[in-house]
């Protein structure tokens, strides 16, 4: 029997990518290779229960969306989770899959939008990007460069060019919460003129950095 290694299943608001705000379903997965300096699911890296496919689909059908998103930790460091997109797919549910782009996304559900993080210099982990997956992005995922600082954009600035993203996918700009503050993106953005999407996390807006939300 399949099973994964599950920290928490919880409904809240979408707080990031182009579907932000929507009422969606989180299946948090434990476990990741990354150690990003900033990173805020730290409390994932350990822990959690087993649990089968199936037990994690009944235990998704009280709330009332259409929208899940299966995130970490790093899921795909779980091998299992292509078994359960799928499954997600399957049941018609509209499914995201946050990955930290270390880990190849070349098996991924094609029906699965990937949302798909270019680690920067900053984030201390930019040797563990798989520069390959940025073959495999389809139109309908999403790439994300979370910022530090004003070097991390000029360095993310030199990646959309070299990679010539804006025209495979959408392009998301992160400002780290409380690091980077989103005004002084937000104008470097308009000032450069990029055609990217510069996103704030809702949820730690609604309720702070925690758990669950």
Known sequence: MVQLKIFEIFYSLQGE??????PTIFIRLSGCPMRCHYCDTAYAFQGG???????????????????VTVTGGEPLAQKEVLNLLKALADSDYEVSLETGGGISIKEVDPRIKIILDIKTPESGEEKKNDWENLTL??????????????????????????????????????????????TDLGNWILKDQLPVRMQIQLHKFLWGEKQGV
Request: charged content about 30%; some cysteine.
């Open 17 to 22: 990518s182009s579907r932000v705000g929507l």
């Open 49 to 67: 229960s087993m649990m089968n496919i199936e037990d994690i689909m009944g235990s998704i059908k009280k709330y009332d969306t259409r929208f």
């Open 137 to 182: 992005i389809h139109l309908k995922d999403e790439i994300k460069f979370v910022l530090c600082s004003r070097e991390d954009y000029e360095w993310a600035k030199k990646i959309l060019e070299q990679y010539n993203l804006t025209k495979k996918c959408s392009v998301l700009f992160s400002p780290v919460y409380q690091v980077l503050d989103a």
